[in-house]
């Protein structure tokens, strides 16, 4: 396993698939979603293929549900940031003229309780 840091100086290509759980890095699990295929040559002829998980610097997906849900509880709790005016029911509606017609109608609304 390789830090994120490290894969990127190297220049590796990173390849984004499924998370994989990772327990026992700093006592937090964690959850790693990238990797890469990296080469070993020892030698002329002895090439080792190793598919290598680069660990990001990332929190689990439970904690990052858990922020996710404790922002939107603050967020509701805020005072709206643009204060709304009441206004009245409508009681009047002007209708479209008809082709032909030059004068728009006005009708009254009824307000069912």
Do not use: F, H
Not at 18 to 23: A, E
Not at 52 to 81: C, G, V
Not at 89 to 111: D, H, N
């Amino acid at each position: 396993m390789v830090s994120l840091g490290l894969a990127r100086r190297l220049k590796l290509k990173l390849k984004y698939g499924k998370q994989i759980s990772v327990s026992g890095l700093g006592g937090v699990p964690t959850s790693i979603t990238a990797s890469t295929e990296v080469k070993i040559t020892l030698g002329p002829r002895v090439v080792y293929v190793v598919d290598t998980l680069i660990y990001e610097n990332t929190i689990s997906a439970k904690a990052q549900a858990r922020e996710s849900q404790r922002l939107d509880d603050l967020q509701k709790m805020e005072p709206p940031a643009v204060q709304t005016p009441n206004y009245p029911w409508p009681t009047k509606m002007m209708i479209r003229p008809s082709p032909g017609c030059q004068e728009a109608r006005v009708i009254k609304l009824q307000i069912l309780r």
